[in-house]
């Protein structure tokens, strides 16, 4: 049992945009920055998004997200087949550990 | 170019023990905390543990807490996972990663290495 919660899967088609969310609590999302992956199966999770809504470099615009209150989202726009992949979300907890997301599959239809 | 490289992986009979290593480049080691991370083959990830810049603040996840070690050696370059009294349960990818900001753990990972397979199996 993950201690974020996300849908287990999500779809879109190409050129469309979607969008993955992030549910958790206050000593969580509610009081600590979000991080974004993206894993592809059989490689290492690669960072997406660091404190909330910063890209890396080398990350594409293409590639979004937000957090309110206790909840985050990651929206993913022009979608390409290449973005078929799990995408995770990570918060700090006050308990002092990281907390993550289980996971979401997103299909490229 | 940062570069984690982990290795020590194995298999092992319940009960056992392994020690797990991962060495750092293309960045100051001792300016970052570091974290293990796991994954089930198939399941999401799960965080290990976490260790500070000099290794004075150290965190576990409740699975493993008083069976894993985790460890680091600055001159080395070189974070450590010591597991002992393995589990079935215990089996998994190990990712080595870095914190991306504070010398304290505080934060998720901005940086993973390739990982490494431990299977825990009679």
């Known amino acids: 049992q993950s201690v974020l919660t996300q849908p287990p899967s999500a779809s879109g088609t190409p050129g469309q945009r979607v969008t993955i969310s992030c549910s958790g609590s206050s000593s969580n999302i509610g009081s600590n920055y979000v991080y974004w992956y993206q894993q592809v199966p059989g490689t290492a999770p690669k960072l997406l998004i660091y404190r909330s809504n910063q890209r890396p470099s080398g990350v594409p615009d293409r590639f979004s997200a937000s957090k309110s209150g206790t909840s985050a989202s990651l929206a993913i726009s022009g979608l390409r087949s290449e973005d078929e992949a799990d995408y995770y979300c990570?918060?700090?907890?006050?308990?002092?550990?990281?907390?993550f997301g289980g996971g979401t599959k997103l299909t490229v239809l | 170019e940062v570069q984690l490289v982990e290795s020590g992986g194995g298999s092992v009979q319940p009960g056992g023990s392994l020690r797990l290593s991962c060495v750092a480049s293309?960045?100051?080691?001792?300016?970052?905390?570091m974290h293990w991370v796991r994954q089930v083959p198939g399941k999401g990830l799960e965080w290990v543990s976490g260790?500070?810049?000099?290794?004075?603040?150290?965190g576990y996840a409740d699975s493993v807490r008083g069976r894993f070690t985790i460890s680091r050696d600055n001159d080395k370059n070189s974070l450590y996972l010591q597991m002992n009294s393995l589990r079935v349960e215990d089996t998994a990818f190990y990712y080595c990663?870095?914190?991306?900001?504070?010398?304290?753990?505080?934060?998720?990972?901005?940086?993973w290495g390739q990982g490494t397979r431990v299977t825990v199996s009679s």
């Open positions: 293309g960045f100051t080691f001792d300016d970052y905390a």
């Open positions: 990663t870095k914190e991306g900001y504070s010398a304290s753990p505080s934060a998720p990972p901005d940086f």
């Open positions: 990570a918060a700090w907890d006050d308990s002092l550990s990281v907390a």
């Open positions: 260790i500070s810049w000099i290794g004075d603040r150290r």
